[in-house]
């Protein structure tokens, strides 16, 4: 059974920091990787989707990597601001269903 | 286009009573998935359909939960009888294709069950 780890479940960083946001999976027979942001009762927002034959995917100041051998993907974010503040999930494909991690809620204080 | 709605947004009500939410997908996807989210367990696929029919019900939690998917452009999840360990937020999604392809996510439905 596929597991997705996020750790820590949550970071504060000053404004203007660059942070990277990790995620793990067990199983890396995935179809392909998703990053989601959460805002506090709001739905999921899809931010990057990394095929499994890609490496990376970049939006604005988001960088997701993926490395299906070791089961990992990273969230790179640069230059912090605080409307970043949310919580972020990482979700992998596989067999037409997402597995979600629990998120990593972020602070980014002014 | 409006995304994908849900109604209602909050619903409280007592134990035993029957719960529907609804949802309505983006115009054009032809897949919708049902995910439940708590502390606990975080966000879990209950079940997705593809072009109306459902392809996997494997995480729906027991008997008292069922979905329809009449037409394109509208499904059901219904609680019968309802119980406080149902209380989550329920989150409906779409997209474009079942595998591969984004996700699009409703604002969620806040269930509470007193």
């Known amino acids: 059974k596929q597991e997705v780890t996020q750790i820590p479940a949550a970071l504060s960083v000053p404004e203007g920091e660059n942070l990277v946001l990790n995620c793990s999976f067990t199983?890396?027979?995935?179809?392909?990787l998703q990053w989601f942001r959460q805002d506090p009762g709001k739905g999921l927002t899809s931010l990057l989707l990394?095929?499994?034959?890609?490496r990376e995917q970049t939006s604005g100041r988001l960088n997701a990597s993926l490395d299906k051998s070791s089961g990992r993907s990273t969230l790179y974010i640069a230059a912090s601001q605080p409307g970043d503040s949310a919580t972020y999930l990482c979700?992998?494909?596989?067999?037409?269903?997402?597995?979600f991690g629990k998120g990593i809620t972020l602070s980014v204080r002014p | 286009d409006a995304g994908v709605i849900q109604s209602p947004r909050h619903e409280v009500t007592e134990m035993g009573q029957e719960v529907t939410l609804r949802c309505k997908p983006i115009?054009?996807?032809?897949?919708l998935f049902w995910y439940r989210q708590t502390m606990m367990r975080g966000l879990e696929l209950l079940i997705y359909?593809?072009?109306?029919?459902?392809?996997?019900d494997s995480g729906m939690p027991e008997d008292r939960f069922s979905a329809k998917m009449p037409n394109a452009s509208f499904s059901t999840l219904k609680i019968q009888p309802s119980e406080p360990r149902d209380s989550a937020v329920y989150f409906c999604?779409?997209?474009?294709?079942?595998?591969?392809?984004?996700?699009?996510f409703g604002p969620g439905t806040r269930l509470t069950v007193l």
């Open positions: 999604a779409s997209s474009l294709d079942r595998r591969g392809r984004e996700q699009f």
């Open positions: 115009s054009g996807h032809n897949s």
């Open positions: 199983d890396s027979a995935i179809y392909n």
């Open positions: 979700a992998v494909e596989a067999n037409s269903k997402l597995t």
């Open positions: 359909f593809n072009n109306n029919v459902p392809i996997d």
């Open positions: 990394i095929q499994s034959s890609q």
